[in-house]
């Protein structure tokens, strides 16, 4: 067990519709990471939070979003969903943004189909 | 942009045998790291060892070492001994020193480690 805490681990959805996945890093990190898996494109980096504030952007589309609140839990939230869409989306969590000497872990990941 | 390439969709080797993972990068950088995570089907992102690109020394972990050749970009996994429970997803990834910690990730070696 990693420490790293995902839900939902499974969601079945239509296109059009809006999800939000949540993510509870380890106790003491303060950076989250959201990371998308799909068998086209990859483990693919989508966006950062260090501490409530965004840090980082990769390939993250418009209708994506993200947040990190003051208990350092982070939501991801996915609107407009198209079938592409469907991955399994990750989040990792480390102690600090920034020093690539800690370790990034990984939750078990949410596997969204879209339907 | 930093990108990751591995070589090797599938590989698969007898149980006790040594197997290499082939990975290579592109970077203009000097100081990065470089990591093995492992997937078995679990879906867990697992990391297996690490690599501080101003190391000479390839970094080793019970029967998982690296050969790190910062000249060539290149950074391949040996797994000696190998068991049953190796099997799975292995995935080569780079992070810059200093920055973000995003992962970038190749596409990921799927072994198969046969009785």
Not at chain 2, 6 to 20: G, K, N, R, Y
Not at chain 2, 22 to 27: G, K, L, R
Not at chain 2, 76 to 90: E, N, V, W
């Amino acid at each position: 067990d990693s420490g790293v805490t995902q839900t939902p681990k499974h969601l079945i959805t239509a296109t059009g519709q809006r999800v939000t996945l949540r993510c509870s890093p380890r106790s003491g990190d303060l950076s989250v990471y959201w990371y998308q898996q799909s068998l086209d494109q990859g483990l693919q980096f989508l966006i950062q939070y260090y501490n409530g504030e965004e840090r980082a952007k990769g390939n993250i589309l418009e209708r994506f979003s993200a947040q990190q609140f003051p208990d350092l839990h982070s939501e991801l939230n996915l609107s407009s969903l198209e079938l592409g869409d469907s991955a399994l989306y990750f989040c990792a969590s480390s102690v600090e943004g920034g020093r690539s000497n800690t370790e990034a872990f990984f939750g078990q990941g949410t596997r969204l189909t879209v339907v | 942009a930093q990108t990751v390439t591995q070589s090797q969709p599938e590989m698969s080797v007898q149980e006790a045998e040594t197997v290499t993972l082939s990975c290579t990068y592109d970077t203009s950088e000097s100081n990065y790291y470089l990591f093995w995570y492992k997937q078995p089907p679990s879906r867990q992102m697992i990391l297996v060892i690490r690599q501080e690109a101003y190391k000479q020394q390839n970094a080793t972990e019970n029967r998982f070492s690296v050969n790190f050749q910062k000249a060539a970009k290149s950074f391949s996994l040996k797994i000696s001994d190998s068991q049953l429970g190796d099997t799975a997803m292995y995935f080569c990834a780079f992070t810059l020193q200093g920055g973000s910690e995003k992962l970038v990730f190749g596409k990921g070696t799927k072994l198969t480690v046969n009785p």
